[in-house]
């Protein structure tokens, strides 16, 4: 889809419920709790579950992190019964908002980044965002691939990552 095209596009709001592809009902909520339950789920992830320097690697670190991304972001909640699985956000930056989106590792591959990165940019339509911004690792395919199919467009590309963006 090109960015003209994907700007066009109307994408899902929170909340939102659906079944993965393993089978599990989840739900994307807006979100603007407490960040323990943020706090829990990215404790779990792994060395290979972290690129760009985030996660932080410390419940320390991860604690002194959340907090601007959930007083100054709008951001959306995976849930799985009474656990978060994923977490995605677009932070005011310049003129535009940046893009971050985790899925806990055991939820990684059954189609969960991939609803909820369109539920984000749902909540972002509707909350008056014109334009988003990511950064990502030249070596992420998968994050790239899924980028792209939501309308996505390399506007800069260095040695070690790249830069995309599209409008809402």
């Given at each position: 889809m090109s960015n003209a095209a994907a700007a066009d596009h109307d994408f899902p709001r929170p909340p939102e419920t659906f079944t993965d592809h393993d089978g599990r009902t989840v739900?994307?909520?807006?979100?603007?709790?407490?960040?323990?339950?943020?706090?829990?789920?990215?404790?779990?992830?792994?060395?290979?579950?972290?690129?760009?320097?985030?996660?932080?690697?410390?419940?320390?670190?991860?604690?002194?992190?959340?907090?601007?991304?959930?007083?100054?972001?709008?951001?959306?909640?995976?849930w799985h019964e009474d656990r978060a699985v994923g977490h995605a956000v677009l932070v005011p930056?310049?003129?535009?908002?940046?893009?971050?989106?985790?899925?806990?590792?055991?939820?990684?591959?059954?189609?969960?980044?991939s609803q909820l990165i369109r539920v984000l940019l749902g909540y972002g339509q509707e909350n008056g965002l014109d334009?988003?911004?990511?950064?990502?690792?030249?070596?992420?395919?998968?994050?790239?691939?899924?980028?792209?199919s939501v309308g996505f467009e390399t506007i800069a590309k260095e040695r070690v990552e790249m830069e995309m963006e599209r409008t809402l």
């Open positions: 739900t994307i909520e807006a979100y603007e709790g407490d960040i323990d339950p943020l706090v829990e789920m990215y404790a779990d992830f792994g060395t290979e579950s972290r690129s760009q320097g985030v996660p932080p690697r410390t419940e320390a670190d991860i604690r002194n992190w959340l907090p601007n991304l959930v007083e100054d972001g709008l951001n959306v909640v995976v930056y310049q003129d535009t908002s940046e893009l971050a989106i985790f899925v806990h590792p055991e939820y990684q591959h059954a189609g969960i980044g334009r988003v911004w990511l950064s990502v690792s030249n070596t992420n395919h998968v994050a790239r691939a899924l980028y792209e």
